[in-house]
């Protein structure tokens, strides 16, 4: 039962049916915020939804759509870019210092998904043991 493979037609069924929950949960959640407030824009509902995306499209409002993607994409880019570099700045301080490595490492670990280690690194793994004690002799 524990990570047993999904079958496709089951895998298929699960992402239609997650999309159909979050629309309805959308929808849900629109409508009460419309029954408190009908002028409410922080959850539109789909008319609302639709009427923008046609303003957007045609230009209307003064919404000038290839800007704000432009921005958008620019601050994506910069987001990024400031992410990779301070990644690698850290992982070379990683690598270099062990001390760096010795603050670092248990938060990382923390969040990482998998918390073992490699079998080569840990003392616990014996299944590589073997290979390792029959080629020394």
Not at 23 to 40: C, D, I, K, L, T
Not at 57 to 76: C, P
Request: proline residues 6%; contains cysteine; hydrophobic residues 45%.
């Amino acid at each position: 039962m524990i990570r047993r493979p999904v079958r496709q037609q089951i895998r298929i069924v699960l992402g239609i049916a997650s999309f159909i929950v979050l629309v309805a949960g959308y929808s849900w959640m629109s409508h009460r915020a419309h029954v408190e407030n009908p002028r409410n824009k922080t959850l539109p509902d789909f008319s609302q939804l639709t009427e923008g995306w046609q303003r957007i499209s045609h230009g209307e409002g003064g919404i000038d759509f290839s800007a704000d993607v432009r921005a958008s994409a620019t601050w994506l880019a910069v987001g990024v870019l400031a992410g990779v570099t301070l990644a690698f700045v850290v992982d070379l301080a990683m690598g270099c210092f062990p001390v760096v490595e010795a603050v670092l490492m248990p938060p990382i670990a923390f969040f990482a998904k998998s918390r073992r280690q490699p079998c080569w690194r840990s003392s616990l793994c014996s299944s590589a043991r073997p290979a390792l004690r029959s080629s020394s002799r």
